[in-house]
């Protein structure tokens, strides 16, 4: 019971913390707490904190250190705060930013709680694959005193190296398949709740719920769309259950209402690529012309076929709506401090830094480009050594004959991972922002590591 009520103390000690900074209690204050509240609830129903014994077992701690990172997933998700390049260089952020920073801070203290029971983990920071992880994550750390805005590349470090810990965590937890199953459960509840928010956020403004041909504000919803149709697809096709084809079907709609062109070229290619992993023909020829009815359809009748004509028309399709010029302008800033560029997340305050760069750009476009100008050649060295790591694991398991069960969790690795590089040309997938797309990328790793132990153990014993 002492464990608990020691939970329940740090949520309330942050809660009435928060409350005498703030001064006032306001509707991101209530939603906050209630986060905070079910956050909490999620550490005691998942694994009862009744004491040592169940913290230091490896599934409690794997299951109760899966709820701190789901919780990290999805706080960029809840907790939104959409502020402009002069008000955040400024350190002028929304409450519910500060809110998000909070949550951050509460699952740190979770962490470190049940970290106390089980630390031996730590000392996997600097071996095997990923101490690359942790490289990039203290890159990050040491670069911050360089950025143009200080307290907030802090903050992102912080979140960063928050989840490279939970990272590490997790993979000296897992064990076979069970554990690599449990952390695409994790990444589909993350992304499933991510994604809802992005839908319903809409409706919940007095704005127009569609903004222009777009439904919604958040152009990247398309891709997080596409990572919950991949998701939804694997575990429909190891359970067979309704349920997970009608959160397919939903990711689908919702996709091309949102109309994000990165996004959704991503998330076809890599859909159909799925099925091409799984050496499936029939199935990827199906995939290819399912697509492209729905695409037909949705340019027949919904918004997405104007806005691509307007698109076309506009000229904004030879400069990938000005991303090209924006790469242009920021070659020379990279080059100028090509080692360990201007500081974690730097990019943020790309259009007050870099003459010529579009107004609100808020990152570089490009993950290796982003990862270029924040950090430099040493933050870009780990991203591609933890990508080298993952594409020889994951292509070392296809090509083996396995069960069923293996095949479907190496090619949905193997799809995640190309639609994060894919989209990765005209977004920040990987490299920046410590957001759910950066998580999933990271969760590839172990994923990968896991497999490809589990196959050639199992080969090994046959």
């Not at 991101?28 to 909490?40: E, K, M, N, Q, R």
């Not at 789901?70 to 706080?75: A, C, N, Y």
């Not at 859909?271 to 023909?281: E, P, Q």
Request: overall charge positive; some cysteine.
């Amino acid at each position: 019971m002492r464990p608990i009520l020691l939970v329940c103390a740090i949520a309330l000690f942050t809660v009435v913390t928060l409350v005498v900074a703030a001064g006032f209690i306001s509707f991101d204050f209530l939603w906050f707490l209630f986060a905070c509240t079910v956050f909490v609830t999620a550490l005691c129903v998942a694994s009862p904190l009744a004491g040592s014994t169940l913290i230091s077992s490896r599934r409690s701690f794997l299951t109760l250190t899966l709820v701190i990172w789901i919780f990290l997933m999805i706080s960029e998700g809840i907790f939104v705060h959409p502020s402009d390049t002069s008000s955040a260089v400024g350190g002028k952020f929304g409450a519910s930013a500060y809110f998000e920073a909070a949550s951050w801070i509460l699952s740190f203290a979770a962490l470190a709680f049940i970290t106390w029971f089980r630390p031996t983990y730590l000392r996997r920071a600097f071996t095997g694959p990923l101490k690359w992880a942790s490289i990039f994550a203290i890159v990050a750390v040491l670069s911050c005193p360089i950025s143009p805005v200080l307290t907030y590349s802090c903050a992102m470090a912080f979140k960063l190296c928050l989840i490279v810990v939970a990272l590490i965590a997790i993979d000296g937890t897992m064990e076979g398949l069970l554990g690599i199953e449990t952390l695409f459960s994790a990444l589909l509840i993350g992304t499933l709740v991510l994604t809802f928010a992005g839908f319903v956020t809409p409706f919940l403004r007095t704005q127009s719920v569609f903004n222009g041909d777009h439904f919604g504000a958040v152009i990247g919803l398309s891709g997080n769309a596409g990572l919950l149709l991949l998701l939804s697809t694997l575990y429909f096709l190891l359970k067979k259950n309704p349920w997970f084809l009608l959160v397919g079907v939903f990711s689908l709609v919702l996709m091309m209402l949102v109309g994000g062109k990165g996004g959704i070229a991503a998330s076809f290619l890599s859909f159909i690529a799925f099925f091409a992993f799984l050496k499936s023909a029939r199935q990827a020829l199906a995939a290819c012309a399912g697509l492209a009815v729905i695409f037909v359809l949705c340019v027949a009748f919904t918004p997405f076929g104007h806005d691509l004509q307007r698109y076309g028309e506009s000229g904004n399709a030879a400069t990938l709506s000005g991303r090209t010029q924006l790469w242009t302008d920021v070659w020379p800033e990279i080059m100028k401090r090509p080692v360990f560029g201007h500081g974690y997340r730097a990019s943020r305050f790309v259009s007050a830094e870099v003459e010529g760069a579009f107004a609100e750009a808020g990152h570089i476009h490009n993950s290796f480009l982003e990862t270029l100008y924040n950090n430099g050649v040493a933050g870009l060295i780990p991203i591609l050594i933890m990508s080298y790591v993952i594409v020889v694991n994951l292509g070392s398991v296809l090509r083996r004959h396995l069960a069923a069960r293996e095949r479907y969790f190496a090619a949905t690795a193997l799809a995640l991972y190309l639609h994060l590089l894919v989209w990765g040309m005209t977004a920040p997938t990987f490299g920046g922002t410590p957001d759910n797309r950066f998580m999933t990328f990271f969760a590839l790793l172990p994923i990968s590591i896991h497999l490809r132990a589990h196959v050639e153990r199992e080969m090994s014993n046959a």
